[in-house]
């Protein structure tokens, strides 16, 4: 299993910045497929991003596409998250995740298996 911890999360304002931060430990952290996900009050928590174990595929939700940058950096057993042009719509908690599966494009929360703590950015408008 692996353990993974957020980082970089904010308040921002509206067409601003930010890159967060996904540590992971375990051995078999570099194998794994990881994504992002984010959860607004009130809401279900929707996918983001993912990238393969190499970072050679990636893939992402519609309403992050063109804004998101999602990477990673395995011998520093570390995701990425770029966000560039912020929206107020993008305020929420965002969790790291893996997947111990091989690759494919894979949405739905409940076929990750590992978890971040979640970390809050907030956009102002």
């Known amino acids: 299993q692996v353990q993974l911890v957020e980082s970089g999360g904010g308040l921002v304002q509206a067409g601003g910045s930010l890159r967060l931060s996904c540590a992971g430990s375990g051995r078999s952290f570099s194998n794994y497929p990881m994504g992002w996900f984010r959860q607004a009050p009130g809401k279900e928590r929707e996918f983001v991003a993912s990238i393969s174990w190499s970072g050679g595929s990636t893939y992402y939700a519609d309403s992050v596409k063109g804004r998101f940058t999602i990477s990673r950096d395995n011998a520093k057993k570390t995701v990425y998250l770029e966000m560039n042009s912020l929206k107020p719509e993008d305020t929420a908690v965002y969790y790291c995740?893996?997947?111990?599966?091989?690759?494919?494009?894979?949405?739905?929360?409940?076929?990750?298996?590992?978890w971040g703590q979640g970390t809050q950015v907030t956009v102002s408008s």
């Open positions: 995740a893996a997947r111990s599966s091989a690759w494919t494009v894979v949405v739905t929360t409940a076929a990750w298996n590992y």
